[in-house]
């Protein structure tokens, strides 16, 4: 599984989870909010095997954790992409292992 990490470029207008399912259904995909057990908001995916955790600050987003799942990933991070750029926000891999490097406690 690929995990990536979508945020805002600086100055970028403040978006919302119908911000993404608007251009995510633009690239003809289709896409489902959903919220699990924890209310936690979830965009998913299913066509492209994704699915992004929405990092929330009341209705805007901070943040959406991706984690995608197809066997050839590249399409669907292409698509991902595409959205990201269209609403004016970066898509970047999410590597916990840079975490662990930077790590300061030995």
Same mark, same amino acid.
């Given at each position: 599984?690929?995990? !990536? !990490?979508?945020?805002?470029?600086?100055?970028?207008? &403040? /978006?919302? !989870?119908?911000?993404?399912?608007? &251009?995510?259904?633009?690239?003809?995909?289709?896409?489902?909010?959903? +919220?699990? *057990?924890?209310?936690? @908001?979830? !965009? *998913?995916?299913? @066509?492209? /095997? @994704?699915?992004?955790?929405?990092?929330?600050?009341?209705?805007?987003?901070?943040?959406?954790?991706?984690?995608?799942?197809?066997?050839?990933? *590249?399409?669907?991070?292409? +698509?991902?992409?595409?959205?990201?750029?269209?609403?004016?926000? *970066?898509?970047?891999?999410?590597?916990?292992?840079?975490?662990?490097?930077?790590?300061?406690?030995?």
């Amino acid at each position: 599984m690929i995990e !990536l !990490l979508a945020i805002p470029q600086w100055q970028a207008p &403040a /978006r919302t !989870l119908n911000d993404w399912s608007a &251009a995510l259904a633009g690239l003809g995909l289709d896409v489902r909010v959903v +919220q699990d *057990e924890d209310r936690d @908001s979830w !965009l *998913e995916i299913p @066509s492209l /095997r @994704s699915r992004g955790f929405a990092v929330l600050d009341g209705l805007t987003l901070e943040a959406i954790h991706f984690e995608v799942a197809a066997i050839e990933p *590249e399409p669907a991070i292409e +698509q991902l992409t595409q959205a990201a750029s269209a609403l004016g926000w *970066e898509l970047h891999p999410d590597n916990d292992e840079d975490d662990d490097e930077n790590d300061d406690t030995d």
